[in-house]
Structure formats: structure tokens, C-alpha cells
């Protein structure tokens, strides 16, 4: 049972059960009328790990990078392992201002102290891409879209860096368009 709901490197929840939790919590936000959020935290230039210490060095960061999230959480706020360097979060209860001080604390909690392997001490940082529901999402999957848009967005901006998805009028006449 564990084995089928569960991560098996990190021990969080797997996609499948993320985002049954995150299309629950959106159902629960527009029914009590609160709000809570949506975020994705990718690993910053994985690849460039693997690369320089191997596949088994990279699995160690991942699952350092889980523990250092899992910390930082709130009661009641969720976390799973949403693909191979990316980690999803929902947020119960959740303001912009409060979505803001998360990421900040995420992001510090993972650049701040080397992540240590049998190679070494590895440097890391993530970004992340966090959507406010119910306000800008009404179902998981677009909640979804928008984190991994907005997470796109902080990547190519630089690597360590936090977005926050809103609205854009030019992006979404475009998207018609097309």
C-alpha cells in the first residue's frame, strides 16, 4: 500500500496522490471560501550533477532536498515528489503574503548548507513556481500548467529564484491565437 501512494527515493507522496490531494484541496478552498496554494520547487541544473558525480550522487541531493522541504512545511500542508527534480507542494490556508515568506524560506532552506554525498559537499539551489488557489485556478490541472509555467519563468530569469503566476493579457491572446 505505501509502496503504491509513495515516492520510493524520497518517502513524499508520488504525482498520482499529489495531485488527487491538490484537486481535494482546491474542492475544500472554493467550498470554505479560503485560499491555498500550489508549488512546484525543480532542482536547479540536476543534469549538471549527474553529469559531474553520477546518477547516485544526484538521488542523494533529490532525497536531501525532500527532507529540507519536509521541514520547513506546516502542519496540514502536503508534499510530493512530482517528477524527477521536482518536488509539488500545496499549501492549506494560504495567502499571496504567506505564499511569498514560503518560497523565500524554501529557498533558503536549500541553498544555504551544502548538501553533503560520498563525492563531497554538493551546492544547491531550486526555483520555484507557485500559482494562488482558488483565485487563478479551478482545477488541479491548471493549477498545475500555471506552477510549472511560472516555474519555467523563474529557471530562465536565473537559478535559486521564486515566481509567482498572474495574469497576462498579452500571454493568454496569444495562447487563442495559437
Known amino acids: ?41 525543480g532542482v536547479d541544473h540536476l543534469s549538471r550533477i549527474n553529469d559531474a558525480f553520477g546518477f547516485d550522487v544526484a538521488d542523494a541531493v533529490i532525497g536531501e ?19 524527477g527534480n521536482k518536488f509539488g507542494l500545496i499549501l ?26 560520498k563525492s563531497g559537499p554538493v551546492s544547491v539551489t531550486a526555483s520555484i513556481g507557485a500559482i494562488s488557489i482558488p483565485r487563478y485556478a479551478r482545477s488541479a490541472g491548471e493549477a498545475v500548467n500555471r506552477a510549472q509555467e511560472t516555474l519555467d519563468a523563474a529557471k530562465r530569469r536565473r537559478a535559486g529564484s521564486f515566481s509567482l503566476w498572474r495574469p497576462n493579457v498579452e500571454r493568454d491572446a496569444q495562447r487563442r491565437v495559437n
Do not use: Q, W
Not at 23 to 40: D, G, N, V, Y
Open 1 to 41: 500500500m505505501r509502496l503504491s501512494r509513495h515516492d520510493p527515493l524520497t518517502g513524499e507522496l508520488n504525482r498520482t496522490y499529489l495531485i488527487a490531494g491538490l484537486a481535494e484541496s482546491i474542492e475544500e478552498a472554493a467550498r470554505s471560501r479560503s485560499s491555498c496554494a500550489f508549488m512546484l520547487i
Open 65 to 83: 532536498i525532500g527532507k529540507r522541504i519536509r521541514v520547513r512545511l506546516r502542519a496540514g500542508d502536503v508534499l510530493g515528489r512530482f517528477s
Open 92 to 117: 492549506r490556508n494560504c495567502t499571496v503574503d504567506d505564499i511569498n515568506v514560503a518560497a523565500e524560506r524554501f529557498l533558503a532552506g536549500i541553498r544555504d548548507e551544502v548538501v553533503p554525498t
